[in-house]
Nanobody
Framework: QVHLVESGGGSVQTGGSLTLTCALS????????MGWVRQRPGKERETVSS?????????RYEDPVKGRFTISHDVAQNRLLLQMGNLKPDDTAIYFC?????????????????WGRGTQVTVSA
C-alpha cells in the first residue's frame, strides 16, 4: 500500500509560481517511478512530469511545461515536489500525484497504480 497526499495548490496570476508537494507514506520502497498528472477542465488527464526513483533516475516533462516546471524527489522527507513557474491560464487544472509499483512505465496516466486525491491550481489572466 502506498499513500499519497498532495498540497500546495492555489490561485495565482499569470506569470506566478507555485510548488506542489506530495507526501509519500506506506511501502514507498516499492515505488519505481512517480509523477504529476493533471486534468484540465473538459480534458483528459495528462502526465506532465515523471521521475524514476533509482539513483540518477531520469526525469521527463511534457512539452508544454518544459523549462517552467521542475520535478524532484526529497528522499529525506519522503516527498515528491513540482515547482511550477511562469504559470499560464492553460495550466489551470487539478494536479494529482501518482506512483507506480507494478512496473517501470510512468508515461501515461494509465501506467500509475497509486493516486492522491489531487490539488487545484487556478491561474488567472
Amino acid at each position: 500500500q502506498v499513500h499519497l497526499v498532495e498540497s500546495g495548490g492555489g490561485s495565482v496570476q499569470t506569470g506566478g509560481s507555485l510548488t506542489l508537494t506530495c507526501a509519500l507514506s506506506g511501502d514507498t520502497s516499492a515505488i519505481q517511478c512517480m509523477g504529476w498528472v493533471r486534468q484540465r477542465p473538459g480534458k483528459e488527464r495528462e502526465t506532465v512530469s515523471s521521475l524514476w526513483t533509482r539513483e540518477g533516475g531520469d526525469k521527463r516533462y511534457e512539452d508544454p511545461v518544459k523549462g517552467r516546471f521542475t520535478i524532484s524527489h526529497d528522499v529525506a522527507q519522503n516527498r515528491l515536489l513540482l515547482q511550477m513557474g511562469n504559470l499560464k491560464p492553460d495550466d489551470t487544472a487539478i494536479y494529482f500525484c501518482a506512483a507506480v509499483t507494478r512496473g517501470y512505465w510512468c508515461y501515461d496516466p494509465g501506467d500509475f497504480n497509486w493516486w492522491g486525491r489531487g490539488t487545484q491550481v487556478t491561474v488567472s489572466a
